[in-house]
């Protein structure tokens, strides 16, 4: 018997739907929000009433380019937590409605269990056990996956997400919003020369708050000297955030996986869409022997696709959540 599943995904500004039958994704489509580049940021009461603008004709086209109607649907999923609260609301909603109205079981789903399971979207996946740094604009975690449904947490940040540094560095430069891509855009037109000091954080966690301290005091210091500082030095600048960050991140990973004897590492989340990261991941597991995984770009960034996915598993392993189930803005 086909499982035929209509994803939503609804964290933060990004509405998505997807469809996913017996774990394959037939359709991810995804609506963004353009208005938060005026703010400098995602502003959370825009968000979620785009969101409700978005939701239908969403699904809409997820169903279409799927070729799926909806009586064909066995199960609804949408993302719980973590996330902007009144745009998780929305996308609960909507699939609560959809579910009941067609007496459809529900399934809840983790965000950034997800973004792990992203991996299985495509071949080829990842051999249990394996471990994922999963990097974005508000989580840093390091992950033990040991089953599709069994995951541990074995190091995350203390503070700030890597995501948060590259959006925080990008704005002291005078970046637009979101500054990770434009940082990546630039950083591969310059050279890491400006060195920042990196934490000194025991076992696995991270620290970004005083790398950010760090770059604001230098771009102060530099620009007092010379005012036209930043725009004669932008792609090394950007270089260097990127490569501090890549670099913090991946010794934290190399650590585990050495602790933990695991050879299969993977990444994902947003910033695992970063250029930079992407390639120091598979330059170092061409050093330690590592088989790496890295997500088509479509799976790093939030999407329906990975929501799909991951209900996909719950449903074979039968859990399900009811009518009663409401969102949760942190994990």
């Known amino acids: 018997m086909n499982v035929t599943i209509l994803a939503i995904e609804s964290s933060c500004d990004d509405t998505s739907a997807a469809v996913i039958r017996n774990g394959q994704v037939l359709s991810n489509c995804v609506a963004g929000q353009e208005a938060h580049r005026l703010y400098g940021g995602v502003v959370p009461e825009v968000a979620s009433r785009a969101h409700q603008a978005n939701i239908v004709p969403v699904v809409d086209l997820a169903l279409k380019k799927a070729d799926v109607a909806a009586e064909d649907i066995s199960a609804v999923a949408f993302t719980r937590?973590?996330?902007?609260?009144?745009?998780?609301?929305?996308?609960?909603?909507?699939?609560?409605?959809?579910?009941?109205?067609?007496?459809?079981?529900?399934?809840?789903?983790?965000?950034?269990?997800a973004h792990v399971l992203a991996h299985f979207a495509e071949t080829p996946h990842p051999r249990f056990p394996?471990?994922?740094?999963?990097?974005?604009?508000?989580?840093t975690q390091i992950v033990l996956v040991r089953d599709f449904?069994?995951?541990?947490?074995?190091?995350?940040t203390l503070d700030d997400a890597a995501g948060e540094a590259f959006d925080?560095?990008?704005?002291?430069?005078?970046?637009?919003y979101p500054a990770g891509p434009l940082i990546?855009?630039?950083?591969?037109?310059?050279?890491?020369?400006?060195?920042?000091?990196?934490?000194?954080?025991?076992?696995?966690?991270?620290?970004?708050?005083g790398l950010k301290t760090s770059i604001l005091y230098f771009l102060r210091g530099?620009?007092?000297?010379?005012?036209?500082?930043?725009?004669?030095?932008?792609?090394?600048?950007?270089?260097?955030?990127?490569?501090?960050?890549v670099t913090i991140l991946l010794k934290k990973l190399r650590k585990a996986a050495?602790?933990?004897?695991?050879?299969d590492i993977a990444i994902a989340g947003?910033?695992?869409?970063?250029?930079?990261?992407?390639?120091?991941?598979?330059?170092?597991?061409?050093?330690?022997?590592?088989?790496t995984h890295i997500p088509r770009f479509e799976f790093c960034t939030d999407n329906a696709g990975m929501i799909g996915v991951t209900a996909y598993y719950k449903y074979l392993a039968g859990e399900f959540c009811g009518q009663d189930a409401v969102p949760y803005a942190r994990q």
């Open 184 to 209: 990546d855009k630039l950083a591969r037109e310059g050279h890491p020369v400006f060195p920042f000091p990196e934490p000194s954080i025991p076992g696995l966690d991270f620290s970004f708050s």
């Open 168 to 176: 925080k560095s990008g704005k002291l430069l005078g970046l637009g």
């Open 258 to 263: 050495r602790q933990r004897g695991i050879r």
């Open 270 to 291: 947003g910033v695992s869409a970063n250029s930079g990261l992407r390639q120091a991941l598979e330059e170092m597991g061409g050093r330690e022997g590592w088989t």
């Open 130 to 139: 394996f471990l994922c740094l999963t990097v974005s604009g508000g989580h």
């Open 81 to 113: 937590g973590p996330g902007l609260l009144g745009s998780l609301l929305v996308g609960a909603s909507f699939a609560k409605g959809f579910a009941l109205s067609r007496n459809l079981p529900l399934i809840e789903v983790n965000h950034m269990q």
């Open 222 to 245: 530099k620009v007092a000297e010379n005012p036209a500082f930043i725009e004669q030095n932008l792609n090394d600048i950007c270089a260097s955030i990127q490569h501090s960050i």
């Open 149 to 156: 449904l069994d995951m541990e947490i074995i190091g995350k």
